[in-house]
């Protein structure tokens, strides 16, 4: 393993520190228990948005604190849910009397955890749960798809709601809408390596790929080997589209996430190859996103999330924020 | 026939539960943790050792405490210690185990029993995971429901023990051809099939573990 580690047991204590340092003009981390808020209070009657997860996808979701976006974030150890007594001090630290609603990838372990700080949080809360992924199918079977990429539309857009007075139930109904709007696909070139585990999830040959894979390294759909940028473009969009049904026409938002070891370069050409694909299809592209927002530690591969728009959703995209990890309008 | 009573259920004997489980845990770290890299996400063990160092560092704060306050204690570093699905599942194992009444008068071995089945009911309600879904609950539900069967104290205790040693082994076997239909793992399909469950692994070790050690008193 090769890391910037100076002892394992400090890696998130050391990584959360650096992060309120350079970001301090926008957030502040708190300690024991772990989590990132807002510099600035939250202002009377706006309802607060909290998130959280095991760390290991930054920017997400730390990276979204701040203005029009999330209220609170509450980081767990890497690739392991959060702990009820952070969500509740999150809560306490952040609700200003209208509410607090969480935004939960589904994982068994962040739903126990986060039913479990909501019940302790003796204010009024409500929750969301975001389960985007396309490449599990949701049957008996499954606990139900992941929650990915999408989260980070459904932060954003939800975030702008909130920033503009929507109550409680508006935002849980809007992140609703999102995350049934949205599909996801992910691919892998290489494993990630946990620290505390210093070696990789997973074995993958040089010139194979796991498609469908998850933001921990689960395995996806299959193992094949690698193709060209445009043939595994097109499987992904095919299985996005398969899941969304998008109409002709329909006005999409197109989002290519990096999975933390993928250059810029490589996701630019993603977006160019699904570009073209779209446009054959006759899949309107509105809103486009391209960048690592949602990462599995330094895996190399991406995901593409199709997000169906309408003017509510488009309105709250376009609208202001000011975050560590995203920042337009202000 | 039951003898030193309170050795069942007591502060003592949690503390040294603790300590046999983790050295137990670390010997088996590389196969738990190769489990669930086949079928989870890899942090399913460190969780677990997280925990039990956690528990038997509290060592020096809960000795001389009373049995719910220690519980109590217990399962809140539990639950802001590990995090993860093990972290919530046990936290809510101890948590439940100290709403027992009247726990700090004696704990036989028939409330013993009771506080066991309490707090995996609850793991069960929390997880809303039953058995036959590749988890840890294959091992536990099997384990309370013969406990169920042992707590009134007509039965061979050892003997009773010694079968859910067995119990315990057989099950967590079983979870290798069981699709997975919560946790990480359910979101396989039948790529899961052919896999034990590392958390019915490390449940598994953890009931094999206390029970040989109560046999063995």
């Known amino acids: ?330 | 026939m039951i003898t030193e009573i309170k050795e069942y259920m007591s502060v003592n004997f949690l503390i040294s539960q603790a300590k046999n489980i983790q050295i137990v845990i670390d010997e088996n770290a590389a196969e738990i943790e190769a489990l669930d890299q086949n079928i989870g996400d890899g942090d399913h063990i460190f969780n677990v050792q997280r925990g039990l160092k956690l528990v038997v560092e509290l060592e020096k704060d809960i000795k001389d405490l009373p049995l719910q306050k220690s519980l109590n204690m217990i399962a809140m570093k539990v639950l802001s210690g590990i995090g993860g699905s093990s972290g919530a599942l046990f936290g809510t194992f101890f948590m439940s185990m100290a709403k027992t009444p009247d726990l700090d008068k004696s704990v036989d071995f028939s409330k013993a029993c009771e506080m066991i089945i309490t707090g995996i009911n609850a793991m069960k309600e929390r997880g809303k995971a039953d058995v036959g879904e590749k988890t840890m609950m294959d091992v536990l539900i099997p384990v309370s429901e013969k406990l169920n069967e042992l707590k009134s104290g007509n039965k061979d205790m050892k003997k009773g023990l010694s079968e859910i040693i067995k119990i315990a082994e057989d099950r967590m076997l079983a979870t290798k051809d069981m699709l997975a239909t919560k946790g990480r793992a359910s979101f396989l399909g039948e790529r899961a099939k052919g896999h034990i469950d590392p958390g019915a692994r490390s449940s598994q070790l953890i009931i094999d573990t206390i029970c040989k050690s109560v046999i063995n008193q």
């Open chain 1, 1 to 330: 393993m090769k890391k910037f580690i100076n002892n394992v047991d400090d890696f998130l204590k050391e990584s959360l520190n650096g992060f309120g340092k350079a970001h301090s003009d926008i957030i502040k981390v708190h300690f024991d228990p772990n989590f990132v808020s807002r510099k600035s209070k939250t202002k009377e009657g706006k309802v607060s948005l909290i998130s959280g997860g095991g760390s290991g996808h930054e920017p997400m979701h730390g990276g979204f604190v701040g203005h029009g976006m999330l209220d609170a974030a509450c980081p767990g150890f890497v690739f392991s849910a959060p702990t009820p007594d952070q969500m509740q001090a999150a809560a306490e630290h952040v609700d200003s009397g209208a509410g607090v609603l969480f935004i939960v990838k589904n994982y068994s372990g962040d739903i126990m955890n986060f039913q479990m700080g909501a019940e302790m949080y003796s204010g009024k809360n409500d929750s969301i749960i975001t389960n985007d992924d396309v490449a599990v199918e949701d049957s008996t079977f499954t606990t139900g798809r992941r929650g990915v990429a999408a989260t980070v539309l459904v932060e954003k857009i939800v975030g702008s709601l909130a920033e503009n007075g929507g109550s409680l139930e508006e935002c849980k109904k809007l992140g609703e809408k999102v995350n049934k709007n949205s599909g996801t696909m992910g691919v892998a070139f290489t494993s990630c390596t946990v620290p505390a585990a210093g070696k990789p999830t997973f074995d993958i040959g040089n010139d194979e790929m796991e498609f469908g894979v998850g933001i921990h390294g689960e395995p996806g759909r299959k193992r094949e080997k690698i193709q060209s940028s445009k043939t595994i473009v097109n499987n992904m969009l095919e299985a996005i589209l398969d899941d969304l049904k998008p109409q002709k026409n329909e006005k999409t938002l197109l989002f290519v996430n990096g999975m933390g070891g993928t250059p810029l370069t490589e996701l630019y050409l993603v977006y160019d190859d699904a570009c073209e694909i779209l446009k054959s299809k006759g899949i309107e592209i509105t809103r486009s996103l391209v960048g690592n927002y949602c990462t599995s530690l330094e895996m190399q591969g991406a995901s593409i999330t199709l997000l169906k728009c309408d003017e509510e959703i488009l309105k709250n995209w376009d609208a202001p924020v000011h975050t560590a990890a995203m920042r337009w309008g202000m």
